[in-house]
């Protein structure tokens, strides 16, 4: 089976349980945004961050895979959504953004360069920068979303403030360059 269908040829996508949407929807440019940011923190894993941090990244990964889930279900199929047992994010999530970015700044975080990604010239800190900017995007396209009237669950919209906190912290902890 080809990836290539030719049915978004006509400005529409599809979401989930066969709805159909224009690319140019805040819905689209939502779970776009969060696509972007997934890729970007594949980047910044890839350049070498330590493996604790690595890890971190990696559960975020797999949250914002359920996330995208939730993003492409329309509200009239979120029960069906949830009687699938889908992932979801939820306020545990949020808590967990939340005790990581305590850890690390009991720990202590440098300053260094701190408004000029890549001053250290450290790929790993460079890259967690770009991903938090992106996760800054992500949550201003989930909040333009939530606020046209498509309401986007609370724990959704809290989970990228406090992501693109979690990723400023790390991106001033202790990675390798």
């Known amino acids: 089976?080809?990836?290539?269908?030719?049915?978004?040829?006509?400005?529409?996508?599809?979401?989930?349980?066969?709805?159909?949407?224009?690319?140019?929807?805040?819905?689209?440019?939502?779970?776009?945004?969060?696509?972007?940011?997934?890729?970007?923190?594949?980047?910044?894993?890839?350049s070498g961050l330590t493996e604790e941090i690595e890890a971190i990244v990696d559960q975020v990964q797999e949250k914002l895979v359920g996330l995208m889930g939730q993003l492409a279900c329309l509200s009239e199929d979120v029960a069906r959504y949830d009687a699938k047992g889908y992932a979801k994010v939820q306020e545990k999530d949020v808590s967990w953004l939340e005790e990581k970015?305590?850890?690390?700044?009991?720990?202590?975080?440098?300053?260094?360069?701190?408004?000029?990604?890549?001053?250290?010239?450290?790929?790993?800190?460079?890259?967690?920068?770009?991903?938090?900017?992106?996760?800054?995007?992500?949550?201003?396209?989930?909040?333009?979303?939530?606020?046209?009237g498509d309401e986007v669950p609370e724990s959704v919209r809290l989970y990228f403030n406090r992501l693109s906190d979690l990723l400023w912290i790390l991106a001033r902890a202790d990675a390798p360059k």
């Open 1 to 46: 089976m080809s990836i290539i269908t030719g049915r978004g040829d006509s400005g529409e996508t599809d979401l989930l349980f066969g709805r159909r949407i224009a690319k140019t929807s805040t819905r689209v440019e939502s779970l776009g945004a969060v696509d972007e940011l997934n890729a970007a923190l594949g980047m910044a894993r890839a």
């Open 101 to 148: 970015a305590r850890e690390f700044e009991e720990r202590g975080i440098r300053f260094t360069g701190w408004a000029r990604p890549g001053v250290e010239h450290s790929v790993a800190r460079a890259g967690l920068d770009v991903a938090r900017s992106v996760a800054r995007r992500a949550e201003r396209q989930i909040w333009r979303l939530h606020e046209a």
